[in-house]
Protein backbone atom coordinates (compact mmCIF):
# COMPACT_ATOMS: atom_id res chain seq x y z
CA UNK A 1 0.00 0.00 0.00
CA UNK A 2 1.21 3.72 -0.33
CA UNK A 3 0.75 5.47 3.14
CA UNK A 4 0.45 8.77 3.80
CA UNK A 5 1.62 9.78 7.94
CA UNK A 6 1.70 12.74 8.95
CA UNK A 7 3.89 13.54 12.30
CA UNK A 8 5.90 11.19 10.79
CA UNK A 9 9.16 12.54 12.70
CA UNK A 10 7.39 11.91 16.34
CA UNK A 11 7.78 8.95 19.07
CA UNK A 12 4.39 7.26 17.52
CA UNK A 13 5.34 7.57 13.73
CA UNK A 14 8.74 6.60 14.27
CA UNK A 15 7.43 3.56 15.51
CA UNK A 16 5.05 3.18 12.64
CA UNK A 17 7.49 3.20 9.90
CA UNK A 18 9.78 0.60 11.39
CA UNK A 19 6.64 -1.41 11.69
CA UNK A 20 4.77 -1.01 8.37
CA UNK A 21 7.95 -0.31 6.10
CA UNK A 22 9.31 -3.70 5.08
CA UNK A 23 5.49 -3.94 3.68
CA UNK A 24 4.19 -0.79 2.58
CA UNK A 25 5.80 2.60 0.74
CA UNK A 26 5.18 4.89 3.07
CA UNK A 27 5.43 9.25 2.86
CA UNK A 28 5.84 11.55 5.35
CA UNK A 29 3.97 14.74 6.01
CA UNK A 30 5.30 17.13 9.03
CA UNK A 31 6.48 20.91 10.24
CA UNK A 32 10.23 19.29 9.36
CA UNK A 33 11.41 16.85 6.29
CA UNK A 34 14.64 15.57 7.37
CA UNK A 35 15.51 12.41 5.41
CA UNK A 36 13.65 8.75 7.45
CA UNK A 37 14.99 5.14 6.70
CA UNK A 38 11.62 4.19 5.54
CA UNK A 39 10.28 6.75 4.46
CA UNK A 40 10.14 7.78 0.40
CA UNK A 41 9.82 10.65 1.10
CA UNK A 42 8.39 14.05 3.86
CA UNK A 43 6.58 16.67 2.97
CA UNK A 44 6.15 19.71 4.91
CA UNK A 45 2.47 20.92 5.34
CA UNK A 46 2.79 23.96 2.65
CA UNK A 47 3.75 21.44 0.14
CA UNK A 48 0.56 19.29 0.39
CA UNK A 49 -0.98 20.26 -2.72
CA UNK A 50 1.93 18.24 -4.13
CA UNK A 51 0.64 15.16 -2.44
CA UNK A 52 -2.50 15.79 -4.84
CA UNK A 53 -0.19 13.77 -7.73
CA UNK A 54 0.60 10.98 -5.71
CA UNK A 55 -2.26 8.10 -5.55
CA UNK A 56 -2.56 7.45 -1.68
CA UNK A 57 -4.50 4.16 -0.18
CA UNK A 58 -4.47 5.47 3.17
CA UNK A 59 -3.74 8.39 5.52
CA UNK A 60 -2.35 8.06 8.92
CA UNK A 61 -3.24 11.63 11.15
CA UNK A 62 -0.80 11.42 13.77
CA UNK A 63 0.16 14.79 14.00
CA UNK A 64 -1.43 17.07 16.70
CA UNK A 65 -0.05 18.74 19.92
CA UNK A 66 0.77 16.57 22.79
CA UNK A 67 -1.01 17.01 26.17
CA UNK A 68 0.91 19.13 27.93
CA UNK A 69 0.63 18.40 31.93
CA UNK A 70 2.03 21.44 33.10
CA UNK A 71 -1.00 23.29 31.44
CA UNK A 72 1.94 25.96 30.25
CA UNK A 73 0.47 25.80 26.69
CA UNK A 74 -2.31 28.39 25.28
CA UNK A 75 -5.49 27.13 24.62
CA UNK A 76 -6.13 28.09 21.23
CA UNK A 77 -2.92 26.34 19.93
CA UNK A 78 -4.49 22.66 21.10
CA UNK A 79 -7.35 24.14 18.54
CA UNK A 80 -5.11 25.50 15.44
CA UNK A 81 -3.64 21.71 15.47
CA UNK A 82 -5.55 18.85 17.17
CA UNK A 83 -8.94 20.94 15.13
CA UNK A 84 -7.16 22.45 12.47
CA UNK A 85 -5.25 20.36 11.05
CA UNK A 86 -7.14 17.48 11.31
CA UNK A 87 -9.82 19.28 9.43
CA UNK A 88 -7.17 20.13 6.34
CA UNK A 89 -6.02 16.87 5.86
CA UNK A 90 -9.51 15.14 6.20
CA UNK A 91 -10.54 17.29 3.60
CA UNK A 92 -7.52 16.43 1.37
CA UNK A 93 -8.62 12.87 2.05
CA UNK A 94 -12.10 13.07 0.99
CA UNK A 95 -10.54 14.44 -2.31
CA UNK A 96 -7.89 11.96 -2.85
CA UNK A 97 -8.39 8.08 -3.90
CA UNK A 98 -6.84 6.99 -0.64
CA UNK A 99 -9.62 4.33 0.75
CA UNK A 100 -8.97 4.27 4.27
CA UNK A 101 -8.03 6.98 6.81
CA UNK A 102 -6.78 6.88 10.24
CA UNK A 103 -7.40 9.58 12.76
CA UNK A 104 -5.23 9.24 16.64
CA UNK A 105 -7.20 10.98 18.71
CA UNK A 106 -7.13 10.37 22.35
CA UNK A 107 -8.93 9.27 25.46
CA UNK A 108 -9.01 12.40 27.02
CA UNK A 109 -11.41 13.25 24.60
CA UNK A 110 -13.83 11.06 26.26
CA UNK A 111 -13.36 11.31 29.37
CA UNK A 112 -10.99 13.13 31.88
CA UNK A 113 -11.85 10.78 34.85
CA UNK A 114 -13.49 7.34 34.34
CA UNK A 115 -16.85 6.90 35.78
CA UNK A 116 -17.87 3.22 36.93
CA UNK A 117 -15.92 0.26 35.99
CA UNK A 118 -14.27 0.88 32.53
CA UNK A 119 -14.46 3.18 29.45
CA UNK A 120 -15.89 2.41 27.02
CA UNK A 121 -17.10 3.96 23.14
CA UNK A 122 -20.75 4.55 24.30
CA UNK A 123 -19.77 6.78 26.68
CA UNK A 124 -21.24 10.39 25.89
CA UNK A 125 -17.87 12.11 25.75
CA UNK A 126 -17.25 15.20 28.45
CA UNK A 127 -13.44 16.16 27.91
CA UNK A 128 -12.04 18.88 30.32
CA UNK A 129 -9.25 21.23 28.88
CA UNK A 130 -8.32 22.07 25.50
CA UNK A 131 -5.89 19.14 24.53
CA UNK A 132 -9.50 17.07 24.83
CA UNK A 133 -12.28 19.74 23.76
CA UNK A 134 -9.73 20.03 21.00
CA UNK A 135 -9.39 16.15 19.83
CA UNK A 136 -13.21 15.54 19.89
CA UNK A 137 -13.89 18.74 17.77
CA UNK A 138 -11.73 17.34 15.28
CA UNK A 139 -13.76 13.99 15.92
CA UNK A 140 -17.00 15.85 15.41
CA UNK A 141 -16.14 16.90 11.76
CA UNK A 142 -14.60 13.79 10.69
CA UNK A 143 -18.22 12.23 11.92
CA UNK A 144 -20.23 14.95 9.93
CA UNK A 145 -18.40 14.65 6.93
CA UNK A 146 -17.62 10.83 6.97
CA UNK A 147 -17.72 9.75 3.40
CA UNK A 148 -19.36 6.53 1.80
CA UNK A 149 -17.29 3.79 -0.04
CA UNK A 150 -14.53 4.74 2.17
CA UNK A 151 -13.14 3.62 6.01
CA UNK A 152 -12.32 5.67 8.17
CA UNK A 153 -10.76 5.03 11.94
CA UNK A 154 -11.05 7.14 14.85
CA UNK A 155 -8.58 6.02 17.87
CA UNK A 156 -8.77 6.95 21.12
CA UNK A 157 -5.32 5.49 22.86
CA UNK A 158 -4.85 5.59 26.35
CA UNK A 159 -1.17 6.33 27.45
CA UNK A 160 0.86 5.11 24.39
CA UNK A 161 4.51 4.20 25.89
CA UNK A 162 7.76 2.35 24.03
CA UNK A 163 11.30 2.92 23.59
CA UNK A 164 12.04 6.62 22.83
CA UNK A 165 9.17 8.03 24.70
CA UNK A 166 10.06 10.84 27.23
CA UNK A 167 6.23 11.21 28.71
CA UNK A 168 5.36 10.54 32.48
CA UNK A 169 6.72 6.79 32.88
CA UNK A 170 9.95 8.53 32.17
CA UNK A 171 9.81 10.41 34.99
CA UNK A 172 8.53 7.92 37.48
CA UNK A 173 11.27 5.50 36.50
CA UNK A 174 13.93 8.55 37.65
CA UNK A 175 12.31 8.96 40.64
CA UNK A 176 12.24 5.21 41.75
CA UNK A 177 15.72 4.92 40.46
CA UNK A 178 16.67 7.17 43.22
CA UNK A 179 14.93 5.14 45.41
CA UNK A 180 12.97 7.81 46.82
CA UNK A 181 9.82 5.74 48.16
CA UNK A 182 6.52 5.92 46.69
CA UNK A 183 3.91 7.40 49.84
CA UNK A 184 0.81 6.50 48.14
CA UNK A 185 1.09 2.58 48.49
CA UNK A 186 -2.52 2.49 50.14
CA UNK A 187 -4.00 3.92 47.26
CA UNK A 188 -4.54 0.49 44.91
CA UNK A 189 -5.69 2.10 41.90
CA UNK A 190 -5.84 0.57 38.49
CA UNK A 191 -4.47 1.79 34.93
CA UNK A 192 -4.59 1.20 31.58
CA UNK A 193 -1.56 1.84 29.38
CA UNK A 194 -0.77 1.27 25.67
CA UNK A 195 2.08 -0.76 24.00
CA UNK A 196 3.49 0.74 21.20
CA UNK A 197 3.89 -3.07 19.90
CA UNK A 198 0.41 -3.28 20.47
CA UNK A 199 -0.70 0.11 18.86
CA UNK A 200 1.55 -1.00 15.74
CA UNK A 201 -0.57 -4.43 15.29
CA UNK A 202 -3.38 -2.40 15.91
CA UNK A 203 -3.14 0.24 13.06
CA UNK A 204 -1.39 -2.86 10.67
CA UNK A 205 -4.78 -4.87 11.30
CA UNK A 206 -6.79 -1.63 10.09
CA UNK A 207 -4.63 -1.60 7.10
CA UNK A 208 -5.13 -5.14 5.92
CA UNK A 209 -8.18 -6.35 7.09
CA UNK A 210 -12.25 -4.93 6.42
CA UNK A 211 -13.15 -3.25 10.08
CA UNK A 212 -16.08 -1.46 9.72
CA UNK A 213 -15.79 2.18 10.03
CA UNK A 214 -16.01 3.76 13.79
CA UNK A 215 -14.54 4.77 17.25
CA UNK A 216 -11.86 2.19 18.45
CA UNK A 217 -10.97 2.31 21.99
CA UNK A 218 -7.06 1.20 22.08
CA UNK A 219 -5.28 -0.19 25.44
CA UNK A 220 -3.25 -2.77 26.43
CA UNK A 221 -5.71 -6.14 27.88
CA UNK A 222 -4.41 -5.75 31.49
CA UNK A 223 -4.56 -2.72 33.72
CA UNK A 224 -1.84 -2.35 36.34
CA UNK A 225 -1.86 0.00 39.77
CA UNK A 226 0.71 2.27 40.14
CA UNK A 227 2.48 -0.12 42.52
CA UNK A 228 2.74 -2.40 40.72
CA UNK A 229 4.20 -0.69 38.06
CA UNK A 230 6.59 0.20 40.84
CA UNK A 231 7.35 -3.47 41.44
CA UNK A 232 8.05 -3.83 37.98
CA UNK A 233 10.66 -0.89 37.38
CA UNK A 234 12.18 -2.37 40.28
CA UNK A 235 12.36 -5.47 39.24
CA UNK A 236 13.85 -4.72 36.15
CA UNK A 237 16.42 -2.38 37.87
CA UNK A 238 17.36 -5.10 40.04
CA UNK A 239 16.39 -3.00 43.20
CA UNK A 240 13.85 -3.34 45.87
CA UNK A 241 10.30 -1.32 46.08
CA UNK A 242 10.32 1.50 48.27
CA UNK A 243 6.57 1.40 48.57
CA UNK A 244 4.78 3.31 52.09
CA UNK A 245 1.32 2.43 52.46
CA UNK A 246 0.56 5.61 54.31
CA UNK A 247 -2.97 5.83 55.79
CA UNK A 248 -5.59 7.23 52.64
CA UNK A 249 -7.18 9.68 55.22
CA UNK A 250 -3.93 11.00 56.38
CA UNK A 251 -2.78 11.16 52.85
CA UNK A 252 -5.97 13.14 51.78
CA UNK A 253 -5.50 15.49 54.93
CA UNK A 254 -1.59 16.37 53.47
CA UNK A 255 -3.42 17.13 50.06
CA UNK A 256 -6.08 19.38 51.49
CA UNK A 257 -3.70 21.29 53.07
CA UNK A 258 -1.68 21.33 50.31
CA UNK A 259 -4.23 22.96 48.66
CA UNK A 260 -4.30 26.05 50.81
CA UNK A 261 -1.11 26.25 50.96
CA UNK A 262 -0.31 26.20 47.45
CA UNK A 263 1.88 22.81 47.88
CA UNK A 264 3.28 20.29 45.48
CA UNK A 265 0.91 17.44 46.31
CA UNK A 266 -2.57 18.83 46.68
CA UNK A 267 -6.22 17.37 46.48
CA UNK A 268 -6.17 17.49 42.70
CA UNK A 269 -2.64 16.05 42.05
CA UNK A 270 -3.34 13.34 44.30
CA UNK A 271 -6.48 12.46 42.70
CA UNK A 272 -4.81 12.12 39.49
CA UNK A 273 -1.63 10.24 40.69
CA UNK A 274 -4.28 7.67 42.41
CA UNK A 275 -7.66 7.52 40.33
CA UNK A 276 -8.70 4.35 38.15
CA UNK A 277 -8.59 4.77 34.63
CA UNK A 278 -9.24 1.59 33.10
CA UNK A 279 -10.13 1.57 29.13
CA UNK A 280 -11.86 -1.08 27.74
CA UNK A 281 -10.04 -2.62 23.84
CA UNK A 282 -12.80 -4.91 23.69
CA UNK A 283 -14.47 -3.55 20.20
CA UNK A 284 -11.22 -3.00 18.83
CA UNK A 285 -10.10 -6.91 19.55
CA UNK A 286 -13.88 -7.75 18.28
CA UNK A 287 -13.25 -5.95 15.12
CA UNK A 288 -10.09 -7.21 14.47
CA UNK A 289 -11.18 -10.71 15.28
CA UNK A 290 -8.62 -11.33 18.02
CA UNK A 291 -9.17 -13.11 21.87
CA UNK A 292 -5.99 -10.90 23.11
CA UNK A 293 -3.24 -7.99 22.14
CA UNK A 294 -0.06 -9.63 21.14
CA UNK A 295 1.80 -8.07 24.33
CA UNK A 296 1.14 -8.02 27.73
CA UNK A 297 0.57 -5.04 29.28
CA UNK A 298 3.89 -6.44 31.46
CA UNK A 299 5.92 -7.06 28.39
CA UNK A 300 5.25 -4.02 27.30
CA UNK A 301 6.43 -1.96 30.28
CA UNK A 302 9.42 -3.98 30.93
CA UNK A 303 10.38 -3.21 27.33
CA UNK A 304 9.88 0.60 27.63
CA UNK A 305 11.53 0.52 31.44
CA UNK A 306 14.71 -1.12 30.01
CA UNK A 307 15.27 1.30 27.33
CA UNK A 308 15.13 4.39 29.72
CA UNK A 309 18.75 3.20 30.46
CA UNK A 310 19.89 4.19 27.80
CA UNK A 311 18.32 7.83 26.94
CA UNK A 312 20.00 10.54 28.20
Not at 40 to 49: A, C, G, I, M, V
Not at 95 to 115: C, P, R, T
Not at 172 to 199: A, C, H, Q
Request: proline share 4%; aromatic share 8%.
Amino acid sequence: MNILITGVHGFVGSNLVMALKSRHTLYGLDIVAPEKEGITKTFLWSELEILRNVKFDAIIHLAGKAHDTKNQSAAQIYFDVNTGLTQKIFDFFLESSAKKFIFFSSVKAAADSVVGEMLTEDVIPTPVGPYGESKIKAEGYIQENLPKEKEVYILRPCMIHGPGNKGNLNLLYNVVKKGIPWPLGDFENRRSFTSIDNLCYVVEGLLTKEVPTGIYHIGDDEALSTNELIATMCEVMGKTPHIWKLNKGLMEGCAGLGTLLHLPLNTERLRKLTENYVVSNEKIKHALGIDKMPVTAKQGLIKTIKSFEFMI
